[in-house]
């Protein structure tokens, strides 16, 4: 297409180096080695690494402060995990297959069958709303596969998803999909408030897919890139066509993000003495990746006229991730031993082949070209930023900067990316984890406590990093000559051994839902005893509602998640002749608030279905129960007339 700008015709050419493919095994050579402290702290917090030394390390463990590692399969259709982010109370969202999945999350809490396999409850126990737990096949790391049901899922109108990126405030997710169509859809309804579209008057545009998606700081436009190699700056306000166009890749963009960082104002270059002289405002860049080798960056301020293409670099093999590391000012405040120029300067790390490779987006010049561990293509890439304050291996907390790739011969491999490492032109090979099907996807949470990885099978390994006891509050002793010296031990409690001690009784404290109801929010305390999953507190609820005529307020004003949970219950035990006198109520209640919406939610109609079937099944046992109290008074009575 005459819009695009072919390898040859960049600014900076460069040709691209053919290198040796090796075996997987060749790799994975006794000559490769981990660093020994970093090796043992990923096995002990994170379970990464050699079963036999994960278990020699952790066997000591008390078991709820262990690390606890989860394996399982989105949807069983064998789609390839295309991308995975972690959003608001560490739920964690896949794109993979025709609809976006969410495991977790604070609105559903322990009534997540991900979050409980997470805490370590793997005893098989009764699901009191019907649904069936099992396990799968082995996984890579030699556990089971876990049939996990998505806590929610988001529609796609049919296309396959590939990208997902929340925004800062995690009530918006943006969803690319392999139609060509950017959805953004509302965390708590799930509904698609917008869709944004590519069409050919766009540059070339012919709805190939999405690749990726990414939220600009302010949270009012999205960024995405894909197949027909074009970048689009989508502003959420308006469905309309997108703000910018950026066209310059010559194939296919893989990724695409943005780039902040604090720009010093006019004022405090020139020196001068206003008020505002020293402040500072926030500049950002976008940064894509592409197929045609190069590393593009782009400014779109509205200040720029002409070419938005700040500069152009050549990675030398097709771009497959890009990752961003933030200034070290930024991320903790942890007194520096050394200094870098590189220091309050935002770097991009790019991956393509079995290199990674370092720039400045200001600059565009290549900091470092790295090799690396891999035998095949580096397919994703995440960032560790962390204080280890645990104070195992040393008495200060340290602080650690690790660059985590995956790639498709299966290899999680964990280098150093601390800024002198990069500076000196190394990043360190640390630790690393071999699996038996190629990864797709890495996602760390933000507060580095998970770290998720997607293979190409549609399987997830979620590892969740360990937990630390509550270190008892040291009691200081008081300085000789004070006073709290002096009357040391003058509050004990002495009594003597004649003495008859009333035992004193602990007020017991109240439920969530019992403290729901003493504030008159039914609806809240129906929602939160169904939580608990415990039939007779949930009936307890329900008959006190009914006594306070509240038992409409709460079953009323209900979207398709929340009925659901009321639906299933319901249904599970209606049968239950503890329980039916209470729930018949409560379905005539459901049925004339919610009969119109019948038709128009797939789970709901389901449920109904169900609790059709269930109490005509029950109809049908109670007129054969009739009948033969029938018989039996029949007999009863002849024994009496003889």
């Not at 098989?124 to 649904?131: A, I, M, P, Q, S």
């Not at 859809?185 to 012919?206: E, I, M, P, V």
């Amino acid at each position: 297409m005459s819009s695009y700008k072919s390898t040859a015709r960049l600014s900076t050419p460069h040709p691209s180096k053919t290198s040796t493919v090796q075996s997987t095994t060749a790799s994975l050579s006794t000559t490769l080695e981990s660093h020994p402290a970093e090796a043992k702290w990923y096995a002990k917090n994170y379970g990464i690494g050699p079963r036999k030394q994960v278990k020699q390390l952790t066997n000591q463990n008390i078991d709820a402060f262990k690390y606890r590692k989860l394996g399982f399969r989105v949807g069983g259709s064998g789609y390839p995990v295309e991308g995975m982010e972690y959003g608001e109370a560490n739920s964690l969202l896949v794109a993979c297959g025709p609809r976006l999945s969410m495991y977790g999350g604070s609105k559903v809490g322990l009534s997540s069958e991900f979050v409980r396999r997470l805490d370590g409850k793997k005893e098989k126990e009764v699901n009191l709303f019907g649904d069936q737990s099992g396990n799968g096949n082995d996984d890579e790391g030699g556990g089971k596969l876990e049939d996990i049901k998505p806590d929610r899922q988001f529609s796609t109108g049919g296309h396959l998803t590939t990208a997902v990126s929340h925004r800062s405030d995690r009530r918006l997710v943006a969803v690319g999909t392999e139609g060509g169509t950017v959805r953004l859809c509302d965390t708590n309804s799930r509904a698609t408030l917008r869709t944004f579209s590519s069409s050919k008057k766009d540059g070339g545009g012919d709805r190939k897919s999405i690749r990726d998606v990414c939220w600009m700081r302010d949270g009012k436009r999205v960024v995405s890139g894909g197949d027909d190699g074009v970048v689009r700056v989508w502003n959420v306000a308006s469905e309309t066509d997108a703000e910018f166009n950026l066209i310059g890749h010559g194939d296919s963009v893989r990724c695409v993000g943005v780039v902040s960082f604090k720009a010093e104002t006019d004022a405090s270059k020139q020196g001068l003495e206003a008020e505002n002289a020293f402040q500072s405002d926030w500049s950002q860049l976008l940064v894509s990746g592409s197929y045609d080798h190069t590393i593009r960056t782009w400014n779109i301020s509205e200040t720029v006229q002409g070419e938005r293409c700040t500069s152009v670099m050549n990675h030398g093999d097709p771009v497959q991730a890009l990752l961003i590391l933030s200034p070290v000012e930024n991320s903790f405040a942890l007194e520096k031993t050394k200094t870098t120029k590189f220091d309050n300067i935002p770097l991009i790390v790019s991956a393509g082949g079995t290199t990674l490779k370092v720039w400045n987006p200001l600059t565009g010049t290549c900091v470092g070209s790295y090799a690396t561990k891999h035998a095949k293509t580096i397919t994703s890439l995440c960032f560790l930023d962390m204080v280890d304050d645990s104070g195992e291996d040393s008495a200060t907390p340290q602080r650690k900067r690790h660059i985590i790739t995956g790639g498709l011969d299966g290899l999680l491999r964990i280098h150093s990316a601390t800024l002198e490492d990069i500076v000196s032109g190394s990043l360190p090979f640390l630790h690393g984890m071999q699996f038996n099907d190629p990864i797709s996807a890495l996602s760390l949470s933000k507060d580095m406590s998970r770290l998720a990885i997607g293979f190409t099978n549609g399987a997830i390994m979620v590892h969740r990093r360990r937990k630390f006891p509550n270190k008892p509050a040291k009691r200081r002793e008081p300085k000789p000559g004070t006073y709290s010296y002096f009357m040391r031990g003058g509050h004990e409690r002495t009594h003597d051994p004649d003495d008859y001690l009333l035992p004193q009784q602990k007020r017991k404290k109240l439920s969530e839902y019992d403290k729901l109801l003493r504030k008159f929010r039914y609806g809240d305390a129906l929602d939160k005893v169904l939580e608990s999953r415990n039939p007779p507190s949930v009936i307890a609820v329900i008959e006190e509602l009914g006594k306070r005529c509240g038992l409409t307020q709460a079953l009323s004003n209900r979207d398709e998640e929340s009925l659901e949970s009321i639906l299933a219950f319901t249904t599970r035990f209606i049968d239950n002749p503890q329980y039916t006198s209470h729930l018949i109520g409560v379905v005539h209640i459901i049925i004339d608030i919610y009969g119109f919406a019948v038709g128009q939610s797939a789970i709901v109609d389901e449920l109904f279905t169900k609790l059709k079937v269930k109490v005509g099944t029950e109809c049908t046992v109670q007129k054969n129960l009739l009948r033969l109290l029938g018989q039996i008074d029949f007999v009863m009575a002849n024994a009496d007339g003889s």
